[in-house]
């Protein structure tokens, strides 16, 4: 039988340590925790973006360790796995340019520069919505899957060129990026830690959710044939 | 595999050949570009001149991707792609000969663009060798990449918009590439050209290799 929803024991005692984790971040990061010298409270903006930028990469390995599995074993939950990380990767990758763009405009004094990370994490965000789109094209299961999994490999291996190339590119150009300074307090260091692991309690609970949802969905789409086909017999009174 | 590849080559040239419309809409699509590119900036202030190998670059990946959207859809119509799949070809020898014709179609439009910016631009290069080692080494990029993209997205109704999607961001390294050499051949020192044509080659070689291995899988779903 389907259950009625994804969440279980195991998920509910995630989600609640991701909700306690998250809420001391933010009274350690925006209350407890000094603003930076230099940089102000915009650098407070560190205890959310580098964590977003650390799931952001988790989630696209991920998707290329999916991929690869089920290239090799055909496993309906590798795949599964594959396409519920890359919609996490997806959406913290516009994070990390969101959050990074906030950080940028009272640090840089612009939102957007063509620095290298910057410019190749524009390039993965496009990358893996080429992904996403790949995978929601109506066809059948198998062929989907093996699609799919070789659009994530692609632009997996393109990822370290892209990145190569352009920071090759920049440097080439402009001498001296910022860089975030390298001495960090103990007590923002802490809260960088914890933030980091509460994120990617996060990202394992999003994982875990919709990996089941994405289960069920498939589930439910090669029931519902059968589904129609008796609630059909049942109105034409044919048992 | 490389008789096969021979094989496929000849086939799409010569189809390309007898249809023209590489040398009757391409190629035009190709300078319709260099002129759009005139209209958009000041043709006057020597900008087309110094962007030049940008702008040379984007025209040839535009009209790859015509190049390329064509190839594959000759294949599409009238069952074609179980007709290559029962051709008993090597897969790997199709993707080699898919590949190498559009290589061989944007070298020519690379050589009809080049005519293009000297005459249009007004550009000069300096050094010819590393001009036509980066086409090469470029080209051959492209077409393996695109060939893999090609034949992933030849049998969907939505191919058209989902090829550029996938297959520019890919490319990009391809463009930074090409372009950086290519400024070191038309105006700057070449030598500062031959690592990019490095990264190109190594680009090319990952594709092809991605190709070779992959192909068939590719060619079987539909």
């Given at each position: 039988m389907v259950p009625e929803h994804t969440g279980s024991r195991a998920t509910r005692i995630v989600g609640l340590l991701t909700l306690i984790g998250l809420v001391s971040v933010l009274v350690l990061g925006l209350v407890v925790t000094a603003p930076d010298e230099i940089q102000g409270d915009a650098a407070r903006l560190i205890y959310v973006h580098v964590p977003v930028a650390i799931v952001m990469n988790v989630g696209f390995f991920v998707t290329a360790l999916g991929s690869a599995m089920w290239l090799w074993k055909k496993s309906r939950w590798w795949d599964t796995i594959a396409v519920a990380s890359a919609e996490i990767g997806v959406v913290f990758t516009a994070l990390a340019l969101a959050t990074g763009m906030v950080w940028g405009r009272p640090t840089w004094g612009v939102y957007w520069t063509w620095d290298a990370r910057l410019t190749s994490t524009a390039l993965l965000l496009?990358?893996?919505?080429?992904?996403?789109?790949?995978?929601?094209?109506?066809?059948?299961?198998e062929v989907r899957n093996r699609r799919s999994a070789f659009v994530a490999l692609l632009a997996f291996v393109d990822?370290?060129?892209v990145y190569y190339s352009v920071s090759w590119?920049?440097?080439?150009?402009?001498?001296?990026?910022?860089?975030?300074?390298?001495?960090?307090?103990?007590?923002?260091?802490?809260?960088?830690?914890?933030?980091?692991?509460?994120?990617?309690?996060?990202?394992?609970?999003?994982?875990?959710?919709?990996?089941?949802?994405?289960?069920?969905?498939?589930?439910?789409?090669s029931q519902g044939l059968e589904v129609a086909i008796s609630e059909r017999r049942a109105e034409a009174g044919v048992s | 595999m490389f008789?096969?590849?021979v094989v496929i080559a000849g086939k799409d040239l010569r189809l390309e050949w007898r249809s023209r419309v590489t040398t009757n809409q391409i190629a035009p699509f190709?300078?319709?570009?260099?002129?759009?590119?005139?209209?958009?900036?000041?043709?006057?202030?020597?900008?087309?001149?110094?962007?030049?190998?940008?702008?040379?670059?984007?025209a040839v990946l535009f009209s790859g991707l015509l190049a390329l959207q064509r190839t594959f859809a000759v294949e599409a119509a009238d069952g074609n792609r179980d007709g290559l799949r029962l051709s008993g070809l090597d897969p790997a020898g199709i993707f080699l000969g898919k590949a190498g014709a559009i290589a061989l179609e944007l070298l020519v439009l690379e050589v009809v663009l080049g005519a293009g910016v000297?005459?249009?631009?007004?550009?000069?290069?300096?050094?010819?060798?590393?001009?036509?080692?980066t086409c090469v080494v470029a080209t051959t990029g492209v077409a393996a990449a695109g060939s893999l993209y090609?034949?992933?997205?030849?049998?969907?109704?939505?191919r058209e918009t989902l090829l550029p999607l996938l297959l520019l961001p890919i490319l990009a390294p391809v463009l930074l590439g090409a372009t950086r050499s290519f400024e070191a051949a038309l105006?700057?020192?070449?030598?500062?050209?031959?690592?990019?044509?490095?990264?190109?080659?190594?680009?090319?070689?990952?594709?092809?290799?991605?190709?070779?291995?992959?192909?068939?899988?590719?060619?079987?779903?539909?």
């Open positions: 496009l990358l893996y919505l080429g992904y996403l789109v790949v995978r929601r094209l109506p066809s059948d299961a990822v370290p060129i590119w920049r440097s080439l150009h402009q001498t001296a990026t910022l860089s975030i300074n390298t001495h960090i307090h103990g007590l923002m260091l802490f809260t960088l830690m914890l933030s980091m692991v509460v994120f990617l309690l996060a990202y394992a609970w999003m994982l875990t959710h919709r990996f089941r949802l994405a289960w069920l969905e498939e589930e439910t789409e | 008789h096969d590849a190709a300078l319709l570009v260099l002129i759009l590119f005139a209209f958009a900036l000041d043709p006057d202030r020597g900008i087309l001149t110094r962007a030049t190998a940008g702008l040379f670059w984007v000297i005459v249009m631009y007004g550009s000069t290069f300096r050094s010819w060798l590393l001009l036509v080692v090609g034949v992933l997205a030849a049998g969907l109704r939505v105006a700057g020192v070449p030598s500062d050209g031959w690592p990019w044509v490095e990264l190109l080659a190594a680009f090319a070689a990952i594709y092809v290799t991605f190709g070779v291995l992959a192909f068939g899988s590719l060619l079987e779903e539909s």
